[in-house]
T-cell receptor, first 112, second 113 residues
Framework: SQQGEEDPQALSIQEGENATMNCSYKTSINNLQWYRQNSGRGLVHLILIRSNEREKHSGRLRVTLDTSKKSSSLLITASRAADTASYFCATLEGGSQGNLIFGKGTKLSVKP | DSGVTQTPKHLITATGQRVTLRCSPRSGDLSVYWYQQSLDQGLQFLIQYYNGEERAKGNILERFSAQQFPDLHSELNLSSLELGDSALYFC????????????FGPGTRLTVL
């Protein structure tokens, strides 16, 4: 079953603009991870944020986590055409054995 | 390159057949996870192994089975295949279960005709 929902389902922006994707989830979590998937290919891990963290940065990526609202956001700054991909949030439920629960993803299109 | 390898990349087979998908985890990773990605169900967790033992089961059909061998590679066996089993099957690995980043392989695209 799906844990969360990404919002929006699709996002189209121009190169240089910022892209913000949101993820909501339902249960208490240990951590939340964001992955990128280029069309039909494998998932690339972007960033992991633990339940006791509120914000994390990695290069042009900024992730926030609000456990009271059960939501997270991924911000990609100064986007590039190469950022075109689907982005998924995945949660590790508290007490789970390690299996991730994925949202349905946001399809990002960055136009040059 | 995540360090996780999967073979084959593509597999085309007929309904009723049986196939085996293979995964080699990153060097040093003891946990292996299998996920299925389809258009209607999205990314679904199937099964997890840790150091040769089954650790957790998700939405895995009874027609599907898996195992992790002493050298830590894993195989996912799909039998009595149906059209609806057509999907991308991903393997992921992590050092141990819980709290760790999972690194995904490139996937095996299964087409059942």
């Amino acid at each position: 079953s799906q844990q969360g929902e990404e919002d929006p389902q699709a996002l189209s922006i121009q190169e240089g603009e910022n892209a913000t994707m949101n993820c909501s989830y339902k249960t208490s979590i240990n951590n939340l991870q964001w992955y990128r998937q280029n069309s039909g290919r494998g998932l690339v891990h972007l960033i992991l944020i633990r339940s006791n963290e509120r914000e994390k940065h990695s290069g042009r990526l900024r992730v926030t986590l609000d456990t009271s609202k059960k939501s997270s956001s991924l911000l990609i700054t100064a986007s590039r055409a190469a950022d075109t991909a689907s982005y998924f949030c995945a949660t590790l439920e508290g007490g789970s054995q390690g299996n991730l629960i994925f949202g349905k993803g946001t399809k990002l299109s960055v136009k040059p | 390159d995540s360090g996780v390898t999967q073979t084959p990349k593509h597999l085309i087979t007929a309904t009723g057949q049986r196939v085996t998908l293979r995964c080699s985890p990153r060097s040093g990773d003891l946990s292996v996870y299998w996920y299925q990605q389809s258009l209607d169900q999205g990314l679904q967790f199937l099964i997890q192994y840790y150091n040769g033992e089954e650790r957790a089961k998700g939405n895995i059909l009874e027609r599907f089975s898996a195992q992790q061998f002493p050298d830590l590679h894993s195989e996912l066996n799909l039998s009595s295949l149906e059209l609806g089993d057509s999907a991308l099957y991903f393997c992921a690995s992590s050092p141990r279960p819980e709290r760790y980043t999972q690194y995904f392989g490139p996937g095996t695209r299964l087409t059942v005709l």
